[in-house]
C-alpha cells in the first residue's frame, strides 16, 4: 500500500490544549487584516496574537466570504491583507541575528473580494521572498484552501522581511505571519549559507483527524495528520516519547505517540513527486521519524529509496523520539519512492510515526551593503516616508525601493541615487532637516533632495562623500551657509550643486549677513565663468598676458557708461518696434513681470547677471524671466548685451526671447521657458525629478541642433557673433528636448572689417579655447573648441575636467585611453552599448579636429554641422523608428537657418 500527500490542504480542525504549556517568548504572532492595534490571545493555541500595524505600512484588510468562514476555521484565516499596489510589499520582523527561527506565512483565498477568483484553470499565483531571496510560490486555486509556507532560517541581520511580490496579475495577501525562535542545534542542515523551505510535515496514523501544533510541539511546527489510508493502520501509546539530550529534532511526543503500520504486509510504501511539488529545484531533505510504541518488541527494517537501500536494519528505539534523515540533498528523481521492508528475522512489520520534506532555498541575491541599508533605514525612518520602501533597498535588483538607484558591480549592492526624494515622486515633501544619514551612504552619487520643505543648515558631512556627483538642494528652505568642501567640489568641478530658491542659504564661506551680500556671492559660484584661469603653470606670464589683455580691451568698448548703453537700447528697441519681424518682442513693465513670475515665487537658477525665474503668460504659456534689478554695472553690462543680441537674433536653435522689461532699475528678459533644462543636466543622466532614456541618434539629433545655433551666431548674424561662453549648461532642451543655444551675456560682435577682436578672456574652465587664452584673439574658432569639447562630453558623459586625475582635461583623458583603438572605453555606459561604432568615431575625430591647438585646424562650424549628420546617417539605420525622424528633423532644421537668415534684418551696434 502506498500513499502520497499532496491532498493535504483541506481545513482541519486544531487540537484543544490541556497542557501545561512551554513558553511563547520570542513568537511573533501576526492576525493580518485584523483592526488596527488590536490583539487577543487564541482559544485554541493559547498563543497571543496582533494585527500587523507596526511591521507593514502599506495594503488593505479584508474579511474572506462569510460562507468560507466556518466556525472551526482558525481565526487567523478569516481576515487578511491585501497588496493592490507595488510589486512587492515586505513584512519587517525584528529577529536576534545568528539565532535560527522558523517562520510561516499562512493564506486562504476564501473570496474575500467576492470575486470567486481562484480556481484550477485560473489559480492566483505570487510569490513569497525572505530577505532577498525567492522563498516560494503560493499558488491558489481554490477558495476554501489553506496554503502554508514555512521556512527555517538563520537570521543574518536584526530584521528579517517577508515578501509579497507581484508576478502576474493576482493580487498577493496574506492571513497570518508567525515567527518562532528554534534551538540553534536543531535543524542542522539549516544554517547561515542554507535556508530550509518546508515541502511536507505529516503526522502519521494519529487517533483524531486534528492537526498538532503548540503548545504540543513547543516550537509550534504544525504537523499535518494523516489518516485511514488504504492498507495500514495505527498503533498508538498513550506514554510520553521522549527525546534525546542531542535530539536533531526534537518531535513531539504527541505526534510521536502515533504511528502507522502496515495491515497485511511487510512493506510500507509512499512517494512523493518533484512535479507539481511547486518548488523549482529537485533538491529534497527528509527526515523519517521513528519511535517503537510496543514493549519487547524486536521489529527491524531496511529503508528503500527509489530500489536502492537508503539505511540497513534499522530498529526504532522504546518511548525514543529518533530520525533517520538526509545529510545531503536526496539523489534526484522524479518521484521519490520510498519503502520500508522488514528485515533479517523481525516478526513485526515496519512503522513510521512521521515524515518531513524541506528543500534548500537558494541564495542567489546578495543583500544591500548593511551600512547603507541602516542610513536608508534612518532616512526612512526620520522622515517617515510611507511610500513603497520595504525589504532591501537594492535587491533583488527588479524589486529595488521605487526611485532608487544601486550599482551593482561590487559583492554587495550599494546605493548610488536617490531620486526618490525628489518631491515631484515623493508622496510628500521631506521635512525638518537634512538628516546626517545621508553622510553614511558613502556610494552614493547623486543626492536629490529638491522641492520638499527641509530647513535648517546644511551639514558639513555631506562634503565628505566619496562619489558625490550631484546634489540638489533647491527649493527648500535652508538656511546657513553652503558648507565650504561642498563649494570647492562644486568650483573645482567635481560636483554638480543646486540650491536655488532657498531665500536664506548663501554661499558663502563663513557670512550670510545681508541678502544683497549673498545674492552677489551666490551668483559668482554659480556661474563659474573666470576672467582669467591659469593653464599655463607660469604665473608672471599670465600676469603679463593679463594686464596686456587689460589695456587693449580698454582701447575698445569697455568704458562706455552704462547709462550710455541702456540709452542706445532703448533706441535700439524703439526702432525694432517698427519692425513687422520682431512683433514677438514685447516690453513688459515691471508690475508685468511681477505677476508674470508671482512676484518671482518659483527660481529656475542663476544666470550670468542674475536670478532666472519660473512665470506664465496671460494666456498660460510658461517662460523664463531673467532679472537684474540690482545696479551693479557689470551684471547690467551683461543683461544689456544679450538683449542686444537677443533682439537681432532669431533661429529656431538659439533661445528666443519673448519680451523685456526695462524700467528704472528694474531690468529683465522673458525667454521662452526651456522645461527640460541644461545639456549638463541631460548628460549626465540627471536631471531634476525626470529620467531620460539615453540614445546615441538622441544626442547626435542635440549635438546637430546645438551646432546649427552656433553655426547661425557665427554665419547667420552680420556681424557675427561669438558666444565665448559655449558649454553644457549654457545649451537648452524644450519639453521635446530640442537643443537651443542660451545666455549671451558674453558674447561679441565682430566687426566686419576685422577677422580677429582682442579682448579680455572669458569663459569658463574646460571649455576655453587655449590658444585664444594665450594670444587674447577671439575668433569664431574658440566656440568651435568649446563645442568640441561638448561632444566629448555627449560621448563620455564625462566632466570636461576631472581634478585630480592624471590628465585633467577630457580631450587629453579622451585621446589617452582611446590609444589602444577602443571606443568602448571611452563611451559613456548608460548608451549600453547601443550605438554605431562608426558613427561614434566619427563624433570622436569631429571633437579632436574641433578642439585642436591651432585654430585654423579647426573646422568651421558649417563643416561641424555637415559632419555631425553623416554621423547620424551612420546612426539611422540602427534604429529606424526613431532616428529616421531626428534625420528628417535635422534637415528640417537646416532650411530653417536659410529662412532665418533672409529674414535677418541688418543691425550694427557701433553703427549708432
Ligand atoms: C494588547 O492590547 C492591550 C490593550 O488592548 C494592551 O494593553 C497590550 O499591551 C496589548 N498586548 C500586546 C502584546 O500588544
Ligand atoms: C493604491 O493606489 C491608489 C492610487 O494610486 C490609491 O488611491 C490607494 O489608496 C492605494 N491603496 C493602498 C492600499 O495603498
Ligand atoms: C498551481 O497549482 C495547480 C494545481 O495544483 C497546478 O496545476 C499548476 O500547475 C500550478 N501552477 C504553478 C504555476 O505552479
Ligand atoms: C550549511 O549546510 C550545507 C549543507 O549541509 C553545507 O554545504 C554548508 O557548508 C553549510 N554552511 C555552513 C556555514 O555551515
Ligand atoms: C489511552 O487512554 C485512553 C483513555 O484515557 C484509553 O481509552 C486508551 O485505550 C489508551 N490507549 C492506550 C494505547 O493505552
Ligand atoms: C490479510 O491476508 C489474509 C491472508 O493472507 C487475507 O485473508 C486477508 O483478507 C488480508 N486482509 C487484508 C485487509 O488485506
Ligand atoms: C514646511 O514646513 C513648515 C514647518 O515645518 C510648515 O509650516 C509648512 O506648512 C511646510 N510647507 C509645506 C509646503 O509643506
Ligand atoms: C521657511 O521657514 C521660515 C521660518 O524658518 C518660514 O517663516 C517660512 O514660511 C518657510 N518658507 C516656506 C516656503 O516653507
Given at each position: 500500500m502506498a500513499f502520497w500527500f499532496f491532498l493535504l490542504l483541506a481545513i482541519v480542525s486544531l487540537s484543544k490544549v490541556h497542557a501545561q504549556l512551554p513558553t511563547t517568548d520570542g513568537f511573533v504572532s501576526i492576525d493580518c487584516g485584523i483592526s488596527s492595534n488590536t490583539n487577543y490571545t487564541d482559544e485554541n493555541t493559547n498563543i497571543p496574537y496582533v494585527s500587523d500595524d507596526g511591521f507593514i505600512d502599506t495594503g488593505t484588510d479584508h474579511t474572506i466570504a462569510s460562507n468560507y468562514a466556518d466556525s472551526s476555521l482558525e481565526k487567523q484565516l478569516q481576515t487578511l491583507r491585501s497588496f493592490p499596489n507595488g510589486s512587492r510589499n515586505c513584512y519587517a520582523l525584528t529577529v536576534t541575528p545568528e539565532q535560527k527561527y522558523l517562520v510561516r506565512a499562512s493564506f486562504m483565498y476564501g473570496s474575500y473580494d467576492g470575486l470567486n477568483g481562484a480556481s484550477p484553470s485560473n489559480p492566483l499565483l505570487f510569490d513569497l521572498h525572505l530577505g532577498v531571496n525567492f522563498w516560494t510560490t503560493v499558488n491558489i486555486t481554490k477558495a476554501s484552501d489553506v496554503h502554508r509556507a514555512e521556512v527555517i532560517f538563520v537570521a543574518a541581520a536584526d530584521s528579517a522581511s517577508v515578501c509579497l511580490a507581484k508576478t502576474g496579475s493576482a493580487t498577493p495577501f496574506i492571513s497570518a505571519l508567525e515567527l518562532r525562535p528554534l534551538k540553534n542545534t536543531i535543524y542542522s542542515y539549516a544554517n547561515a549559507t542554507q535556508n530550509m523551505v518546508l515541502l511536507l510535515r505529516i503526522n502519521l496514523a494519529p487517533t483524531t483527524n486534528n492537526l498538532l501544533r503548540y503548545p504540543f510541539d513547543r516550537y509550534d511546527r504544525i504537523w499535518l495528520p494523516l489518516v485511514d489510508q488504504v492498507g495500514w493502520t495505527s498503533i498508538s501509546t498513550n506514554l510520553t516519547v521522549n527525546n534525546y539530550a542531542k535530539d536533531q529534532f526534537e518531535a513531539p511526543s504527541a505526534v510521536m505517540q502515533t504511528a502507522a503500520v502496515p495491515v497485511n504486509s511487510s512493506t510500507l510504501q509512499f512517494y512523493w513527486d518533484f512535479v507539481g511539488s511547486g518548488f523549482p529545484d529537485n533538491e529534497f531533505y527528509a527526515n523519517l521519524h521513528f519511535s517503537e510504541l510496543l514493549p519487547n518488541t524486536s521489529r527491524a527494517f531496511d529503508v528503500y529509496l527509489s530500489g536502492e537501500k537508503w539505511y540497513a536494519n534499522y530498529t526504532p528505539p522504546y518511548l525514543m523520539s529518533d530520525a533517520i534523515y538526509s545529510t545531503a540533498p536526496l539523489t534526484p528523481s522524479l518521484r521519490y519512492n520510498w519503502a520500508l521492508n522488514s528485515s533479517g528475522l523481525s516478526t513485526l512489520p515496519p512503522i513510521l510515526n512521521a515524515l518531513e520534506v524541506y528543500t534548500p532555498m537558494f541564495f542567489k541575491n546578495t543583500p544591500t551593503d548593511s551600512d547603507d541599508v541602516d542610513a536608508i533605514i534612518n532616512v526612512r525612518v526620520q522622515y517617515q516616508v510611507k511610500r513603497n520602501w520595504m525589504g532591501d533597498p537594492c535587491s533583488p535588483k527588479e524589486y529595488a525601493w521605487d526611485g532608487l538607484k544601486c550599482s551593482y558591480d561590487l559583492n554587495s549592492p550599494r546605493i548610488t541615487d536617490t531620486k526618490m526624494f525628489c518631491r515631484n515622486l515623493s508622496a510628500s515633501a521631506l521635512t525638518g532637516p537634512i538628516s546626517s544619514s545621508f553622510a553614511k551612504l558613502t556610494a552614493i552619487k547623486y543626492l536629490d533632495l529638491s522641492y520638499n520643505n527641509l530647513t535648517g543648515s546644511v551639514p558639513d558631512v555631506l562634503g565628505n562623500l566619496p562619489s558625490l556627483q550631484v546634489l540638489n538642494l533647491a527649493g527648500n528652505n535652508l538656511t546657513g551657509p553652503i558648507p565650504a568642501s561642498l563649494l570647492k567640489r562644486s568650483q573645482q568641478g567635481l560636483l554638480i550643486l543646486r540650491f536655488e530658491g532657498n531665500q536664506n542659504l548663501c554661499a558663502s564661506g563663513n557670512s550670510c549677513e545681508t541678502k544683497t551680500d549673498t545674492e552677489s556671492k551666490k551668483k559668482k559660484i554659480a556661474t563659474p565663468i573666470i576672467v582669467i584661469i591659469c593653464l599655463v603653470p607660469v604665473v608672471l606670464f599670465l600676469v603679463a598676458i593679463f594686464i596686456f589683455c587689460r589695456r587693449r580691451k580698454s582701447k575698445g568698448s569697455a568704458n562706455i557708461s552704462v547709462q550710455a548703453e541702456k540709452e542706445r537700447l532703448s533706441n535700439l528697441v524703439k526702432g525694432h518696434q517698427d519692425n513687422p519681424l520682431q512683433l514677438d518682442n514685447r516690453q513688459f513693465t515691471y508690475t508685468e513681470v511681477l505677476?508674470?513670475?508671482?512676484?518671482?515665487?518659483?527660481?529656475?537658477?542663476?544666470?550670468?547677471?542674475?536670478?532666472?525665474?519660473?512665470?506664465?503668460?496671460?494666456?498660460?504659456?510658461?517662460?523664463?524671466?531673467?532679472?537684474?534689478?540690482?545696479?551693479?554695472?557689470?551684471?547690467?553690462?551683461?543683461?544689456?548685451?544679450?538683449?542686444?543680441?537677443?533682439?537681432?537674433?532669431?533661429?529656431?536653435?538659439?533661445?528666443?526671447?519673448?519680451?523685456?522689461?526695462?524700467?528704472?532699475?528694474?531690468?529683465?528678459?522673458?525667454?521662452?521657458?526651456?522645461?527640460?533644462?541644461?545639456?549638463?543636466?541631460?548628460?549626465?543622466?540627471?536631471?531634476?525629478?525626470?529620467?531620460?532614456?539615453?540614445?546615441?541618434?538622441k544626442h547626435l539629433q542635440i549635438a546637430i541642433e546645438a551646432a546649427q545655433g552656433l553655426e547661425y551666431l557665427h554665419k547667420g548674424c552680420k556681424p557675427p557673433l561669438i558666444h565665448r561662453d559655449v558649454k553644457t549648461a549654457n545649451i537648452l532642451l524644450s519639453e521635446q528636448l530640442e537643443a537651443k543655444i542660451a545666455d549671451f551675456g558674453l558674447s561679441k560682435a565682430i566687426q566686419n572689417d576685422v577677422t580677429n577682436v582682442s579682448t579680455a578672456v572669458v569663459g569658463t574652465p574646460g571649455y576655453l579655447d587655449p590658444e585664444y587664452y594665450i594670444s587674447c584673439q577671439l575668433s569664431e574658432k574658440s566656440d568651435v573648441y568649446s563645442f568640441g569639447v561638448i561632444l566629448l562630453e555627449l560621448i563620455t558623459a564625462e566632466p570636461p575636467i576631472l581634478i585630480g586625475r592624471q590628465n585633467a582635461h577630457i580631450v587629453q583623458r579622451v585621446h589617452d585611453r582611446l590609444a589602444n583603438g577602443n571606443i568602448e572605453d571611452v563611451v559613456d555606459s548608460k548608451l549600453q552599448g547601443e550605438y554605431d561604432v562608426n558613427s561614434m568615431w566619427k563624433v570622436a575625430d569631429i571633437a579632436f579636429r574641433c578642439t585642436s591647438q591651432a585654430s585654423h585646424q579647426r573646422p568651421t562650424m558649417t563643416d561641424v554641422v555637415a559632419e555631425l549628420k553623416e554621423s547620424l546617417a551612420l546612426e539611422c539605420p540602427r534604429d529606424t523608428t526613431n532616428n529616421s525622424n531626428f534625420y528628417a528633423e535635422a534637415n528640417e532644421a537646416s532650411q530653417n537657418t536659410t529662412i532665418e537668415i533672409e529674414r535677418f534684418v541688418e543691425f550694427s551696434p557701433s553703427a549708432r
Amino acid at each position: 500500500m502506498a500513499f502520497w500527500f499532496f491532498l493535504l490542504l483541506a481545513i482541519v480542525s486544531l487540537s484543544k490544549v490541556h497542557a501545561q504549556l512551554p513558553t511563547t517568548d520570542g513568537f511573533v504572532s501576526i492576525d493580518c487584516g485584523i483592526s488596527s492595534n488590536t490583539n487577543y490571545t487564541d482559544e485554541n493555541t493559547n498563543i497571543p496574537y496582533v494585527s500587523d500595524d507596526g511591521f507593514i505600512d502599506t495594503g488593505t484588510d479584508h474579511t474572506i466570504a462569510s460562507n468560507y468562514a466556518d466556525s472551526s476555521l482558525e481565526k487567523q484565516l478569516q481576515t487578511l491583507r491585501s497588496f493592490p499596489n507595488g510589486s512587492r510589499n515586505c513584512y519587517a520582523l525584528t529577529v536576534t541575528p545568528e539565532q535560527k527561527y522558523l517562520v510561516r506565512a499562512s493564506f486562504m483565498y476564501g473570496s474575500y473580494d467576492g470575486l470567486n477568483g481562484a480556481s484550477p484553470s485560473n489559480p492566483l499565483l505570487f510569490d513569497l521572498h525572505l530577505g532577498v531571496n525567492f522563498w516560494t510560490t503560493v499558488n491558489i486555486t481554490k477558495a476554501s484552501d489553506v496554503h502554508r509556507a514555512e521556512v527555517i532560517f538563520v537570521a543574518a541581520a536584526d530584521s528579517a522581511s517577508v515578501c509579497l511580490a507581484k508576478t502576474g496579475s493576482a493580487t498577493p495577501f496574506i492571513s497570518a505571519l508567525e515567527l518562532r525562535p528554534l534551538k540553534n542545534t536543531i535543524y542542522s542542515y539549516a544554517n547561515a549559507t542554507q535556508n530550509m523551505v518546508l515541502l511536507l510535515r505529516i503526522n502519521l496514523a494519529p487517533t483524531t483527524n486534528n492537526l498538532l501544533r503548540y503548545p504540543f510541539d513547543r516550537y509550534d511546527r504544525i504537523w499535518l495528520p494523516l489518516v485511514d489510508q488504504v492498507g495500514w493502520t495505527s498503533i498508538s501509546t498513550n506514554l510520553t516519547v521522549n527525546n534525546y539530550a542531542k535530539d536533531q529534532f526534537e518531535a513531539p511526543s504527541a505526534v510521536m505517540q502515533t504511528a502507522a503500520v502496515p495491515v497485511n504486509s511487510s512493506t510500507l510504501q509512499f512517494y512523493w513527486d518533484f512535479v507539481g511539488s511547486g518548488f523549482p529545484d529537485n533538491e529534497f531533505y527528509a527526515n523519517l521519524h521513528f519511535s517503537e510504541l510496543l514493549p519487547n518488541t524486536s521489529r527491524a527494517f531496511d529503508v528503500y529509496l527509489s530500489g536502492e537501500k537508503w539505511y540497513a536494519n534499522y530498529t526504532p528505539p522504546y518511548l525514543m523520539s529518533d530520525a533517520i534523515y538526509s545529510t545531503a540533498p536526496l539523489t534526484p528523481s522524479l518521484r521519490y519512492n520510498w519503502a520500508l521492508n522488514s528485515s533479517g528475522l523481525s516478526t513485526l512489520p515496519p512503522i513510521l510515526n512521521a515524515l518531513e520534506v524541506y528543500t534548500p532555498m537558494f541564495f542567489k541575491n546578495t543583500p544591500t551593503d548593511s551600512d547603507d541599508v541602516d542610513a536608508i533605514i534612518n532616512v526612512r525612518v526620520q522622515y517617515q516616508v510611507k511610500r513603497n520602501w520595504m525589504g532591501d533597498p537594492c535587491s533583488p535588483k527588479e524589486y529595488a525601493w521605487d526611485g532608487l538607484k544601486c550599482s551593482y558591480d561590487l559583492n554587495s549592492p550599494r546605493i548610488t541615487d536617490t531620486k526618490m526624494f525628489c518631491r515631484n515622486l515623493s508622496a510628500s515633501a521631506l521635512t525638518g532637516p537634512i538628516s546626517s544619514s545621508f553622510a553614511k551612504l558613502t556610494a552614493i552619487k547623486y543626492l536629490d533632495l529638491s522641492y520638499n520643505n527641509l530647513t535648517g543648515s546644511v551639514p558639513d558631512v555631506l562634503g565628505n562623500l566619496p562619489s558625490l556627483q550631484v546634489l540638489n538642494l533647491a527649493g527648500n528652505n535652508l538656511t546657513g551657509p553652503i558648507p565650504a568642501s561642498l563649494l570647492k567640489r562644486s568650483q573645482q568641478g567635481l560636483l554638480i550643486l543646486r540650491f536655488e530658491g532657498n531665500q536664506n542659504l548663501c554661499a558663502s564661506g563663513n557670512s550670510c549677513e545681508t541678502k544683497t551680500d549673498t545674492e552677489s556671492k551666490k551668483k559668482k559660484i554659480a556661474t563659474p565663468i573666470i576672467v582669467i584661469i591659469c593653464l599655463v603653470p607660469v604665473v608672471l606670464f599670465l600676469v603679463a598676458i593679463f594686464i596686456f589683455c587689460r589695456r587693449r580691451k580698454s582701447k575698445g568698448s569697455a568704458n562706455i557708461s552704462v547709462q550710455a548703453e541702456k540709452e542706445r537700447l532703448s533706441n535700439l528697441v524703439k526702432g525694432h518696434q517698427d519692425n513687422p519681424l520682431q512683433l514677438d518682442n514685447r516690453q513688459f513693465t515691471y508690475t508685468e513681470v511681477l505677476r508674470i513670475t508671482n512676484n518671482f515665487e518659483r527660481t529656475l537658477g542663476k544666470g550670468g547677471f542674475g536670478t532666472v525665474y519660473h512665470g506664465y503668460l496671460e494666456d498660460g504659456t510658461q517662460v523664463a524671466v531673467k532679472t537684474r534689478s540690482e545696479s551693479s554695472s557689470q551684471g547690467t553690462k551683461e543683461f544689456l548685451a544679450e538683449v542686444q543680441h537677443l533682439i537681432r537674433i532669431h533661429h529656431r536653435n538659439l533661445v528666443s526671447m519673448v519680451g523685456y522689461c526695462m524700467e528704472g532699475d528694474h531690468l529683465a528678459l522673458v525667454y521662452e521657458y526651456m522645461s527640460q533644462g541644461t545639456l549638463l543636466d541631460y548628460i549626465r543622466g540627471y536631471e531634476l525629478c525626470i529620467s531620460f532614456v539615453f540614445s546615441w541618434g538622441k544626442h547626435l539629433q542635440i549635438a546637430i541642433e546645438a551646432a546649427q545655433g552656433l553655426e547661425y551666431l557665427h554665419k547667420g548674424c552680420k556681424p557675427p557673433l561669438i558666444h565665448r561662453d559655449v558649454k553644457t549648461a549654457n545649451i537648452l532642451l524644450s519639453e521635446q528636448l530640442e537643443a537651443k543655444i542660451a545666455d549671451f551675456g558674453l558674447s561679441k560682435a565682430i566687426q566686419n572689417d576685422v577677422t580677429n577682436v582682442s579682448t579680455a578672456v572669458v569663459g569658463t574652465p574646460g571649455y576655453l579655447d587655449p590658444e585664444y587664452y594665450i594670444s587674447c584673439q577671439l575668433s569664431e574658432k574658440s566656440d568651435v573648441y568649446s563645442f568640441g569639447v561638448i561632444l566629448l562630453e555627449l560621448i563620455t558623459a564625462e566632466p570636461p575636467i576631472l581634478i585630480g586625475r592624471q590628465n585633467a582635461h577630457i580631450v587629453q583623458r579622451v585621446h589617452d585611453r582611446l590609444a589602444n583603438g577602443n571606443i568602448e572605453d571611452v563611451v559613456d555606459s548608460k548608451l549600453q552599448g547601443e550605438y554605431d561604432v562608426n558613427s561614434m568615431w566619427k563624433v570622436a575625430d569631429i571633437a579632436f579636429r574641433c578642439t585642436s591647438q591651432a585654430s585654423h585646424q579647426r573646422p568651421t562650424m558649417t563643416d561641424v554641422v555637415a559632419e555631425l549628420k553623416e554621423s547620424l546617417a551612420l546612426e539611422c539605420p540602427r534604429d529606424t523608428t526613431n532616428n529616421s525622424n531626428f534625420y528628417a528633423e535635422a534637415n528640417e532644421a537646416s532650411q530653417n537657418t536659410t529662412i532665418e537668415i533672409e529674414r535677418f534684418v541688418e543691425f550694427s551696434p557701433s553703427a549708432r
